[in-house]
């Protein structure tokens, strides 16, 4: 009885979570997906047929190649924050008290500017005219015709930078919980420090650099702002399409199918993240029960 | 120097506080030494120098005639017990032994044979393959130790290795510590605030206070021989007197304590009269007993009157505090027969205490603040008087 009582508080708390989520995410991405299946009225409606034309054309090779160039740029991106964010994220970790607090909020300082704006400013740094050209020029490491702009090289600096504090926060999170000692402990065994930093403390916040990577890579799958900006003809991304695809075209199957593809690429790894913590977790419960086992036989001293 | 391990006027600071002040010490190859002292004392910066994770701001470590100041510590054969034992999370007891030995190189059959041989020294073979996190405190104490001795360092530092562990488990890692030691033959040098932990397991014990060492010795010198009032109130308990040495009589000197009466003392520190000199008398060398002491022949005895104020009973022995003149002293009656009938002293009785001249010991050093380290019952606790009936209205 108080078991089924328990089960149902359970329920009546979960309630209005699940009610949001159902009426305002599981359904509106269901109906995106059946979108998909249906033909574009002439006057950028939505036909009243169901076809697999939309999806049918989107076997044209040109989509394939953004699909891969928007993941590969995800990908690397992600990459580039977590390596980036994890010496910082160290550094901040062993800071002194006060110091962390400032240093966390000067993490946090660009939001204060828009988004929007601060990706505006790196097209004038990048600019052919711009700083970063001249001084790149005037170290002979730049040719004069060289482009800085307009190519997935600019896409992949400025996501780094925009997505980077996503990265750096969570890590941050979980180094500050970290028990430095063990660094001590590696080194004193003889382990070089790069060493120490690479066996222990890496996994030691394993889960901060696993939050790190989903909140970095979820958000540059979807991004469109900073291709449409400092990307070029040639560097388009899913996010640039569907954006296409939804204004100019009013083409609102297409932009679904596409939409529906972007879905799929996050979840796929979320789904993959989530299965791997699921499996921790229960080995985790599996060693701690073993050992309370071991415990109550009154085998351990 | 013949020395195994040298410290050569090592000095650290940490800002304005001298953690570490100009300590000049030499350790032998093998030995189990302990740096004893109060927190604060600069036991623990002593030792983290020694592992390689301070650098001292002046003077030279050696170890086997090497200078090992400036190594770090991963290029140093001196291995750490970390009072939370550290041991790796992420790693099972197994891996975690055999971790120097990777990070080291060693082939896979030496790094399994010696992993292995450690597991049985420790006895944990049947916990090879758990976590850290489902082993208990005392296990995790042994993986520490294994750990710290598979690739055979030159000397292993224990920083308070039994702080975390409850008074049984204690016990039982002191004996182990001890055999562990005999087996290995290799230097540790052990830092504790615990008397007893420093008495039962050192061959030497270094007693510091802020920043120097107080003494130098084996367990028993330091106990029985304080050099000054610090060592003697800080290990075990003991009573102070000042007084005047007014006469030599023999090997003995006659001392005038104030507002107390004269003591006599074994005088080996050839003392010559009028001198002013402190004595530390150890509590359980001081009798209290209702009748006066037997006469002892051919020497004499110091025995006074005295007021009991406070009684602590402990089990194998109770803890008197008694008062005369002005003078508050500890002395300790050991229990032997136990008889239901007999009449024990109880507050406000009036007795003898008496001690011989050879139990006092004369100290070359004394502060103030020394006394303040001797716990006593609060001044002017008076023994609890028996109920007295109120009238019920």
Redesign the interface.
Known sequence: MPMRNRRWTEWALSAPSVFWLTIFFVIPTLLVVAISFHSASPDGGIGKEWTLQTWRHLSNPNYPAIVWRTLWISAATTAGCVVLALPCAFAIARMQKKWRAVMAGLIMLPFWTSFVVRVFAWRLLLHPEGFLKHLLLSLNLAEPDSQLLYNSGAILLVSIYSFLPFAIMPIYAAAEKF?F??L?????????SF?AFRK?FI??IRRGVISATLMVFIPSVGSYVIPDLVGGKNSELIGNKIYQRTFPDRNLPHASALSAIMAIGVLLPLGAVALFLKRQDRN?AL??A??NG??QRGG?? | MSDFLVFDSVTKRFGALTAVDAVTLGIRKGEFFSLLGPSGCGKTTLLRMLGGFETPDSGRIYLDGRDITDLPPNLRRVHTIFQNYALFPNMTVWDNIAFSLRVARYSKSEIRKNVDGMLELIKMADHAYKYPSQISGGQKQRVAIARALVDRPQVLLLDEPLAALDLKLRQHMLLELDIIHDQVGITFVYVTHDQGEAMSLSDRIAVMNQGHIEQLDPPAKIYEAPRSGFVAAFIGDTNFFEGTVTGIEGDYCKLAVKDFADILCFNDKSISAGSQVHLSVRPEKIRVTTTPPPPEKGSRINVFRCKVTDIVYQGTYTKFWVLSGAHRIAAIKPHSRFLLGQAAITWGDEVYCWWHPDDGYMLEQFTAEDANLVQMPPVGYSAPKPPTATPVA
């Open positions: 028990d000692s063990l001590e402990a590696a080194r004193d065994l003889g382990a070089k060493l222990i996994p030691g985790e060693r701690i073993e050992s071991v415990k351990a001293v």
